[in-house]
């Protein structure tokens, strides 16, 4: 399983998916200005069979120089001098697809002709024998040994995030990343090393063990990381490929723990930007106390904070794991193609080459004009704009509501079902907008409560956080904790936790709800709402488990550069992506 959506190319997308909007979506891609004029530095096949998001993967080739052509024949795969395979999706449709497209046998020749070729996440996995991914499904059989899932106890999954390698041998592809330094890993199944596998292993990664994290035989190349979202380190690994530095050498190679002990999954910072337009019609970045964005002068405009892909770049040189975009009037219903954040993500994935994650109106939906849309189609079209995880707030908690309804039935009609069964779970994020809400006694409510450390107005010794929708606009009967489990048990993979009480106060995280959340759930939790120093990134890295904390505020008014906070999480020897 990997990344998300495509535009593209040979292979069309399952109907269903980008019906209408997407397709629209993909068409105005073709038409846009590329992005080089300069003399392209040669040609690159790209095999994008249309079902995830490889548009960061054409980016990344462009910035470098090249140009990219699409495989629209089986015969053009064996025509290829450099072939780049950015597998996405399940691994079962992934080889579904190849062989409906009569690509299989193609593609093994390929390899064994030693021609250049490049895998990616899935495009790692598939080369292997096999998965035990969509109940058990062969794979292309060029490397010994099965993909199975991460199974270590209490283990946080999927793998989402940057980790070092132990690289095992020499080689140009990965000579510009050095001990110690970190890649950005997202995926659920792995491969291991096997003495039968063992002449293909170029690096290991340790998560709950230790799993195949890039592989080379001569030419043919593949990477577990995504290069293409692993910012310039990343993007120098491509480079490498495309200009034919992959050659292995004998010379010894360091082990990332002979230079420090900061090794494993780091816990990752992440730059959230509320997009909205303001009462003159213009995209801004804003952000609000307590999800009051408006000035508070009489008649107030909406705060602007800046412009909504220069502050994406800003935050990607600073040092940003990701970056969020939340168009925080997503509950209105305008056109699909009309989305603003669709022409944010096209132009942000140009430069900003780690994860994105979009939010706000993910649901279906008629829009003005009478023409109605799935959440899948919806997705499929920020996917194919460049967003690697889609963002659910309020349709999760209706989805959830009606869950408990039914007593726990999960019968894949929903938003947060569909949408990760066609992209990963990986893909799908839920976005928790919850209240503290006190109580005397726990049995005043049905939703989970904690005995708080600190007490309510009147005394009171518990409280329980209840979830809103729009945009914090109206509560409903369900707690932060709820939607969390139901959001897992429908196929979420990792939940962003606001919270409104501390949304732009500068105090901290809320470790009570974060902690409440990231034990309930064995899918990563993002700590959202409140981070006013750096201090308190590490706080919350310490108090509960967390995986990444999210800010705001303090980085749109410059009060905290990002590379302080990182700076500040590595000197409290938090595992850290400098
Ligand atoms: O319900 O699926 O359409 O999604 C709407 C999305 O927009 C949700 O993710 C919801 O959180 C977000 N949203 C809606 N209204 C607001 C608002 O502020 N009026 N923003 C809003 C949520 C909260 C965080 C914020 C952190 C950190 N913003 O994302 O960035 O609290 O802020 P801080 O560091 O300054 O404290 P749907």
Not at 156 to 181: Q, R
Request: aromatic content about 8%; hydrophobic content about 40%.
């Amino acid at each position: 399983m990997a990344m998300a959506a495509a535009s593209s190319s040979f292979l069309a997308p399952r109907a269903d998916a980008l019906a209408g909007p997407a397709r629209r979506g993909a068409r105005r891609v073709v038409a846009r200005r590329p992005l080089t004029v300069a003399a392209s530095k040669g040609e690159v096949t790209l095999l994008d069979y249309g079902a995830g998001n490889v548009r960061s993967v054409r980016n990344a080739i462009m910035k470098l120089g090249f140009t990219v052509k699409d495989v629209t024949t089986a015969d053009e795969i064996m025509a290829a001098d450099r072939l780049i395979f950015p597998g996405v999706g399940a691994y079962g449709s992934a080889m579904d697809i190849l062989k409906q497209r009569g690509l299989v046998d193609p593609l093994r020749e390929y390899c064994a002709s030693g021609k250049p070729f490049m895998g990616v996440c899935l495009g790692l996995q598939l080369l292997f024998d096999g998965s035990e991914e969509s109940g058990g499904v062969e794979g292309l059989g060029i490397i010994p040994g099965m993909v199975r899932k991460f199974d270590a106890p209490d283990l946080i999954v999927p793998h989402i995030g940057w980790n070092t390698l132990d690289v095992k041998k020499n080689s140009g592809l990965l000579k510009d990343v050095p001990p110690g330094d970190r890649l950005y890993f997202v995926h659920s199944f792995r491969a291991t090393p096997e003495p039968n596998n063992e002449d293909w292993i170029l690096a290991t990664c340790d998560y709950g063990g230790e799993f195949v994290a890039a592989v080379q035989k001569n030419e043919v190349c593949a990477c577990q990381f995504h290069p293409e979202k692993s910012g310039a380190r990343g993007v120098g690994i491509f480079k490498n490929f495309l200009e034919g530095n992959v050659r292995e050498t004998t010379d010894a190679v360091v082990k990332s723990s002979a230079v420090g002990t900061d090794v494993g999954l780091a816990r990752r910072v992440i730059a959230c930007l509320d997009v909205r337009s303001n009462d003159n019609g213009d995209l801004v970045v804003t952000k609000g106390d307590s999800y009051d964005v408006r000035e508070k002068d009489e008649g107030g405009d909406v705060r602007n904070l800046g412009k909504p892909v220069e502050l994406a770049g800003k935050y990607y040189e600073q040092g940003a794991d990701e970056v969020a975009f939340l168009n925080i009037t997503g509950y209105r219903d305008l056109p699909l193609t009309d989305a603003p954040m669709l022409e944010v993500l096209r132009r942000s994935s140009e430069t900003v080459f780690v994860p994105l994650t979009v939010g706000g109106g993910i649901r279906d939906f008629t829009d003005s004009n009478g023409k109605a849309y799935t959440a899948l189609e919806v997705a499929s079209a920020y996917f194919s704009s460049g967003a690697d995880k889609v963002s659910i707030g309020s349709d999760a908690v209706y989805v959830a509501e009606a869950f408990y309804e039914s007593g726990g039935v999960k019968d894949g009609t929903t938003s947060v079902e569909q949408i990760s069964a066609r992209y990963g779970a990986q893909a799908v994020v839920i976005s928790v907008d919850p209240r503290r809400v006190y109580v005397s006694d726990p049995s005043e409510t049905k939703n989970k409560c904690v005995a708080t450390n600190k007490p309510g107005p009147n005394g009171e010794q518990f409280c329980w956080w209840q979830c809103t929708v729009k945009g914090g606009r109206e509560g409903r009967d369900i707690g932060a904790y709820e939607l969390a489990t139901a959001m897992e048990a429908l196929g979420a993979g990792e939940i962003l936790l606001n919270c409104i009480d501390e949304d732009g106060q500068g105090n901290g995280f809320d470790h009570e709800l974060v902690g409440l959340v990231s034990d309930a759930v064995s899918i990563p939790v993002i700590a959202s709402s409140g981070a006013g120093c750096p201090k308190h990134f590490t706080d919350v890295f310490e108090a509960t488990n967390c995986s990444a904390a999210l800010a705001a505020g303090i980085f749109h008014r410059g009060e905290v550069a990002i590379s302080e906070v990182k700076a500040h999480m590595k000197s409290e020897n938090v595992p850290t992506r400098m």
